[in-house]
């Protein structure tokens, strides 16, 4: 910005998206079928940095690309990324008009959406791709089968629609080693396939054009021979594996072993190197006290920033290729550390807050558990406002 040196900033190598990329789209093929892939990089591509990520995906070969909203999918555009773009929420029927112009696929499942994308359509002279979304456990945004067929045949109806697609989303296949709910989804979906696809057939349309697609990122690692005309997923693209429980069920099921390289890590400078005495109160609430002559070091970043504030007096940053902790309340724009093990020090040198640094490394997992959460929220939790910057590591 104005060519000055950012205080914090994300850099995202490219070329581990790429390679995630592309060990996922061979997945996608063991079973002898070319289904198209879509990656998603809603959520400011999970934090990495949507318009980079887009670019890296579409250079290693993925088809689509998978938003949360018309705004993530007008930037996109702007940007000058042209690869087809899925929106996985429900578009309102105000931003229909919108997601239309952008040629954004829309997943729908109410009246209202299909009348809007008809009318988007007719007025603007291009089709409105629509997806409809089926319930099958997660009980958020589909509609049960009966009405799912009600909303096709108004779909079919409806001059400018066009009916690509059919979807549904798993609820509890991340979180456990059971997978005999995800069993029964896929179950139900595959059933809700087939009668969309005769009701195609009845209406004289071309039952095998339709676009079925239910996966993520752990159904792909767990089947990656399960049948579908469309694979989607996340996380994995950015190296990271949904959950323990994923890999371990992965290992379970015998599959070969997949090398996912993590592509993000988080950096600031250190602001300012203080000497304070034993005893010294340290930051908002006084929250800790020195138990030795300390060395502090000041970060000019904080919870403004995505640094999440549970992590006052529990995370660590990497310095110098060593560990720092984080030492009283982390604060809006600043964090304090404890730099009396770090080594020599000095204003201006790099910190890394998640990422590697020389042989150790701070994971994205092991900041979610001091957390209490999952490492999809530390990411994506990374203020959009730090630059992004791409690098090639090539390791």
């Given at each position: 910005m104005n060519g000055l040196p950012p205080l914090c900033w994300v850099e995202t190598d490219c070329a581990a998206l790429e390679h995630n990329a592309k060990v996922l789209i061979r997945e996608s093929r063991r079973s002898g079928r070319t289904?198209?892939?879509?990656?998603?990089?809603?959520?400011?591509?999970?934090?990495h940095g949507r318009v980079l990520a887009a670019r890296a995906f579409?250079?290693?070969?993925?088809?689509?690309?998978?938003?949360?909203?018309?705004?993530?999918?007008?930037?996109?555009r702007e940007a000058g990324v042209e690869a087809p773009l899925y929106n996985v929420v429900l578009t309102p029927p105000e931003h229909v008009a919108a997601a239309v112009a952008t040629d954004l696929r829309m997943v729908t499942a109410d009246?209202?959406?299909?009348?809007?994308?008809?009318?988007a359509a007719r007025a603007q002279g291009r089709p409105a791709r629509l997806h409809l979304k089926l319930e099958t456990g997660t009980h958020r945004q589909g509609v049960g089968e009966a009405e799912l067929l009600a909303l096709a045949a108004r779909c079919l109806d409806e001059e400018g629609?066009?009916?690509?697609?059919?979807?549904?989303?798993?609820?509890?296949?991340?979180?456990?080693?059971?997978h005999a709910f995800a069993t029964a989804q896929r179950t139900a979906f595959d059933h809700g396939v087939?009668?969309?696809?005769?009701?195609?057939?009845?209406?004289?349309?071309?039952?095998?054009?339709?676009?079925?697609?239910?996966?993520?990122?752990?159904?792909?690692?767990?089947w990656p021979d399960h049948g579908a005309d469309l694979?989607?997923?996340?996380?994995?693209?950015?190296?990271?594996?949904?959950?323990?429980?994923?890999?371990?069920?992965?290992?379970?099921?015998?599959r070969r072993p997949i090398a996912l390289r993590p592509s993000l890590c988080w950096k600031t400078r250190v602001a300012q190197v203080k000497d304070v005495p034993v005893g010294a109160d340290v930051g908002y609430g006084r929250t800790f006290r020195t138990l030795r002559p300390t060395r502090l070091g000041v970060l000019p970043m904080g919870y403004a920033d995505g640094y999440d504030r549970g992590l006052s007096s529990r995370g660590q940053v990497l310095v110098g290729g060593r560990r720092a902790p984080v030492v009283?309340?982390?604060?809006?724009?600043?964090?304090?550390?404890?730099?009396t093990d770090a080594g020599p020090v000095q204003r201006g040198d790099e910190v890394v807050v998640l990422g590697r640094q020389g042989e150790e490394a701070?994971?994205?997992?092991?900041?979610?558990?001091?957390?209490?959460?999952?490492?999809?929220?530390?990411?994506?939790?990374?203020?959009?406002?730090?630059?992004?910057?791409?690098?090639?590591?090539?390791?």
């Open positions: 289904p198209r892939t879509c990656v998603m990089v809603k959520g400011n591509a999970y934090g579409v250079r290693a070969g993925v088809d689509w690309l998978g938003v949360a909203d018309v705004f993530e999918a007008i930037a996109l009246v209202a959406s299909i009348a809007a994308a008809g009318a629609v066009v009916l690509e697609g059919i979807a549904s989303h798993y609820a509890d296949i991340e979180d456990t080693t059971d087939a009668a969309l696809r005769s009701l195609l057939a009845a209406r004289d349309r071309d039952p095998s054009a339709l676009i079925a697609h239910t996966s993520n990122s752990a159904a792909l690692l767990l694979v989607r997923f996340g996380i994995a693209a950015y190296g990271l594996w949904p959950s323990k429980e994923t890999f371990l069920s992965a290992q379970q099921l015998g009283g309340r982390v604060a809006m724009n600043l964090t304090t550390v404890d730099l701070i994971t994205a997992e092991s900041m979610a558990a001091a957390l209490g959460t999952i490492h999809y929220e530390v990411t994506t939790r990374i203020a959009e406002r730090l630059p992004r910057i791409a690098v090639e590591t090539g390791g």
